[in-house]
């Protein structure tokens, strides 16, 4: 049996929580295809407690195998998640962005980094997304 994938997802948690929600209920399903790494930042990126959470991130991305972005309305603006995707970058992670709607802006970081889509959030999509990397 081939060995899982091991997925770290980044998402605009404050407005896209809900597909977070559904990563963990398919996550607790044993007969699904990976495994996901659950983490939100819960600082500003600029607080005091940045360093420690980006060394957190930092660990938990580096020990995933792919990085899977969901790209809502507003994940393009948020700080955190161009972050997370450099660090994946960074790290040499295998990108998969997942767009909810189609017409959502795609983080700038992720534009042109060679990341598989998946054009839909459910479980095919992301599970032929993430073989495509």
Not at 33 to 44: D, L, M, R, V
Not at 67 to 78: N, Q, R
Not at 83 to 90: Q, T
Request: aromatic share 10%.
């Amino acid at each position: 049996m081939a060995t899982r994938s091991r997925v770290f997802s980044s998402v605009d948690y404050d407005n896209d929580k809900n597909y977070q929600n559904l990563l963990r209920a398919w996550n607790k399903n044993p007969e699904f295809e990976f495994t996901w790494n659950e983490t939100s930042p819960s600082e500003a990126i600029d607080s005091r407690n940045a360093d420690a959470i980006k060394a957190t991130l930092s660990r938990m991305i580096n020990e995933a195998t792919h990085f899977l972005c969901i790209v809502g309305k507003s994940t393009a603006k948020s700080r955190w998640v161009d972050w997370e995707i450099r660090k994946a970058i960074e790290l040499k992670k295998k990108l998969v962005g997942v767009k909810i709607d189609r017409d959502n802006t795609t983080p700038n970081a992720l534009l042109n980094a060679g990341a598989s889509w998946a054009m839909s959030f459910s479980q095919e999509a992301i599970l032929k997304a993430l073989k495509g990397v």
